[in-house]
């Protein structure tokens, strides 16, 4: 039987990008071996627990500065067994030293369709520019706040009488379609970050990365 890839998955909160990896695992070629996160209120670790997956709290509140909480991080992620970093909502900024460590390994999602939209507020912000097409992206992180190169993304077109709250709602449906599908793909080898940029089975990816489209209107 081939290896399946082990995946660590960083939270903060509610987590349900979290449930959808750990539900799309099942008879895939990765699997979710731990989750960390920074608090220890985040619904997310009710999640893992549920699953039977070993999850711990590193609470960044108990450490001086974002570098020792960082290297904290790596310590314990490389005590696990890792082929790939998930962020799922890990509401913290990330150090040089912790980026440059998991290069190539470590990925986020994003509400919007990066590079449009870096940051908060985005279901919000796309409502006060007059958009009529938002969506997600999952992206390599680099040192750049969700700058790193877009993998995917994944459209939601915004109907009239959206609010930022209807919007997340449809961006979130998308979320836990393409994260999923995003990882197997790297799982399979298919995925890297070379260049600056992401590849897919050698294939430099344009700016927009893969257009995976679902059955999510
Ligand atoms: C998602 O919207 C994701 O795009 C952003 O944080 C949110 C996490 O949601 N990075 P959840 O905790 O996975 O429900």
């Known amino acids: 039987m081939v ?9 903060s909160g509610n987590g349900s ?3 959808a990896l750990i539900d799309q695992s099942v008879g895939s070629n990765y699997v979710v071996t731990g989750v960390i996160s920074n608090n220890g209120d985040a619904y997310g670790l009710q999640r893992a627990a549920q699953a039977g997956i070993p ?17 904290a991080l790596m310590a314990r992620i490389d ?20 980026v440059n460590h998991y290069q190539g390994r470590i990925l986020n999602i994003h ?8 940051g908060t507020n985005t279901h919000q912000r796309v409502l006060d520019a007059g ?18 190169p877009v993998i995917a993304h994944s459209t939601v077109p915004v109907r009239s009488g959206d609010t930022a709250a209807s919007l997340q709602a449809r961006v979130h449906e998308k979320e836990h379609v393409l994260y999923p599908r995003v990882v197997v793909l790297y799982a399979a080898g298919r995925l890297h ?11 430099r990816l344009g700016p927009g990365g893969l257009e995976v489209a679902d059955t999510v209107g």
């Open 17 to 19: 990008n979290l449930q």
């Open 79 to 98: 005590g696990m067994e890792i082929g790939l970093v998930v962020l799922a909502g890990f509401m913290r900024i990330l150090s040089r030293e912790f």
């Open 3 to 11: 290896k399946k890839c082990p995946v660590v998955v960083l939270i």
């Open 131 to 148: 958009d009529s097409l938002h969506g997600v992206s999952v992206h390599f992180v680099t040192e750049d706040l969700d700058g790193g």
């Open 111 to 118: 509400p919007s369709l990066l590079p449009k939209y870096p």
């Open 55 to 71: 999850a711990v709290v590193i609470n960044h509140r108990e450490y001086p500065d974002r570098e020792s909480f960082d290297r």
């Open 193 to 203: 970050m070379r260049n600056g940029a992401a590849w897919l089975d050698g294939q």
